[in-house]
């Protein structure tokens, strides 16, 4: 079966970075889009990034321009997210996700869902 495991999740002071990481297993990685989305204290969850299969096209939500990077390594099945200046209102759990679709942004369209790391961003 489809699994998608996250890693990489802490606490950080604000300014500061992290790397989450996303093995995935199960599927025909280079066939799906891979992305990030995240659910802060009482929201919806929510677009952070994605990139697709194919040319590796890359997509960000306004709130993480600039300061996101998205990477796929399609010889390890893994997604990376490297998360620099991060804010106290990145704070959040992080979901890795995969979707057969180019582009996707929707977090209730999405076809697998991995079990999200927590980042906590302190002010």
């Known amino acids: 079966q489809v699994q998608l495991v996250e890693s990489g999740g802490g606490i950080v002071q604000a300014g500061g970075s992290l790397r989450l990481s996303c093995a995935a297993s199960g599927l025909t990685f280079t066939s799906y889009t891979m992305g990030w989305f995240r659910q802060g204290p009482g929201k ?3 677009f952070v990034a994605t990139i697709s299969w194919g040319v590796s096209s ?8 600039g300061r996101f990077t998205i990477s796929r390594d399609n010889a390890q099945n893994m997604v990376y997210l490297q998360m620099n200046s991060l804010k106290p209102e990145d704070t959040a759990v992080y979901y890795c996700a995969a979707d ?6 929707n977090s ?4 697998y869902w991995g079990q999200g ?4 961003v302190s002010s």
Not at 58 to 65: E, G, I, L, P
Not at 100 to 105: E, F, L, N, Q
Not at 117 to 120: E, I
């Open 44 to 46: 919806d969850r929510e």
């Open 108 to 111: 209730r369209d999405i076809d």
């Open 117 to 120: 790391t927590q980042v906590t």
């Open 58 to 65: 890359t997509h960000y939500a306004d709130s993480v321009k």
């Open 100 to 105: 057969r679709k180019y582009r996707v942004t």
